[in-house]
């Protein structure tokens, strides 16, 4: 039971809980996904210690797994939209929770592109960043927002 709860409560379960959170809440109910990848990172920093890499490299090591594929947010970049596009009908401090919103609506869009880690700087980007305006825009007007 300890080390259940030690694991439940280790520093990597806890950073990438924190970052789903904040940027893929869609991913806090994977526990498989969050037990295996904090499990990884765990072993990467032990493993890296144990052969006589420094701390931070070590440290760099974990982070690399554990936030592998997480890099491209879409909660972040409707949040994105939402300020630059939208800031007159969704107020800045309203932005996050109208994204939480949108995002279960957005899968359509979401599964035509692939999502890496260096989605944003990729030309499918501006048109993703262009549909879900889109998508937005005509939400919105759909739902009376205007």
């Known amino acids: 039971m300890k080390q259940e709860q030690s694991q439940g409560l280790s520093y990597y379960r806890l950073s990438l809980l924190s970052f789903l959170k904040e940027s893929h809440p869609e991913l806090l109910s994977d526990i498989d996904f969050i037990s295996a990848r904090s499990d990884s990172a765990a072993e990467a920093y032990s493993q890296a210690i144990k052969s006589g890499l420094d701390h931070i490299y070590a440290e760099e090591t974990a982070n690399h797994i554990l936030y592998e594929g997480l890099h491209f947010s879409l909660l972040d970049t409707l949040i994105t939209i939402l300020w630059n596009e939208f800031s007159v009908e969704i107020p800045e401090g309203e932005a996050r929770d109208f994204a939480l919103l949108l995002l279960p609506r957005c899968?359509?869009?979401?599964?035509?592109?692939?999502?890496?880690?260096?989605?944003?700087?990729?030309?499918?980007?501006?048109?993703?960043?262009?549909?879900?305006?889109?998508?937005?825009?005509?939400y919105i007007e759909e739902n009376g927002l205007q």
């Open 107 to 138: 899968s359509d869009l979401q599964e035509k592109y692939a999502l890496p880690d260096d989605f944003l700087n990729s030309p499918d980007f501006d048109l993703l960043y262009t549909e879900l305006t889109g998508f937005i825009s005509l």
